[in-house]
């Protein structure tokens, strides 16, 4: 079974600190996402990581980075946390292809106080 | 930009009816997938079905079934038989190149004994 892992489900931060949120996929997925879900906003995509290094503005990057060194692993960083980035962030991750079926994590439930 | 638009952010149905949920898009393309994910309580999320832009036949998946209509930009869902398992967040998606991956705002589904 593919397996895409969150480090932690659950996590409360300080305004300001620099916050990483880890995502990784055991199936040698090309392609992987971060999102954020919010009541009535639905997911809405962070970046997006079609390969190594490489990776793409999603519809809202502003205030978020990502780094993908390697291929099993995509992270989310959040340069200066700031309590409007309270949210749940889902990581994700594909093949190649239009396709292909998205393999989700459990999510990350990030409290900024 | 595309964008997906679910219209309906509750719907609830008795066990063993039908339901029927709303996605319209908006894009450009001609070549592209959709999708609908399933998002129970435990937060993992799945793929209920995909389809096609190009195939005409509407895609079907046990109790599960789509109404795609391209012109229309219209691609809903319809659930026959309904059961209490159903019961979930049901988010449709829209793929196309460079497999970039964006949802709707969702419709959380209530199933009544």
């Known amino acids: 079974d593919v397996k895409v892992t969150q480090s932690s489900r659950y996590l409360v931060k300080r305004t300001g600190e620099k916050v990483f949120l880890e995502c990784v996929q055991d199936?040698?997925?090309?392609?992987m996402f971060w999102y954020r879900q919010d009541p009535g906003l639905g997911l809405r995509l962070i970046y997006f990581s079609y390969d190594v290094k490489m990776k793409e503005k999603g519809d809202i990057p502003e205030g978020y980075s990502v780094s993908r060194e390697k291929k099993e692993r995509f992270s989310l960083i959040l340069e200066s946390a700031s309590t409007n980035q309270t949210s749940m962030y889902l990581c994700?991750?594909?093949?190649?292809?239009?396709?292909?079926?998205?393999?989700f994590g459990q999510g990350t439930r990030l409290t900024v106080v | 930009a595309q964008t997906v638009t679910q219209s309906q952010p509750e719907m609830s149905v008795q066990e063993a009816e039908t339901v029927t949920l709303s996605c319209t898009y908006d894009t450009s393309e001609s070549d592209y997938y959709l999708f609908w994910y399933k998002q129970p309580p435990s937060r993992q999320m799945i793929l209920v079905i995909r389809?096609?832009?190009?195939?005409?036949q509407n895609a079907t998946e046990n109790r599960f079934s789509v109404n795609f209509q391209k012109a229309a930009k219209s691609f809903s869902l319809k659930i026959s038989d309904s059961q209490l398992g159903d019961a979930a967040m049901y988010f449709c998606a829209y793929r196309s190149a460079p497999d970039k991956l964006i949802f709707g705002t969702g419709t959380r589904l209530q199933v009544f004994p």
């Open positions: 994700a991750s594909s093949l190649r292809g239009r396709v292909t079926e998205a393999f």
């Open positions: 389809q096609e832009a190009y195939k005409q």
């Open positions: 199936m040698d997925h090309e392609n």
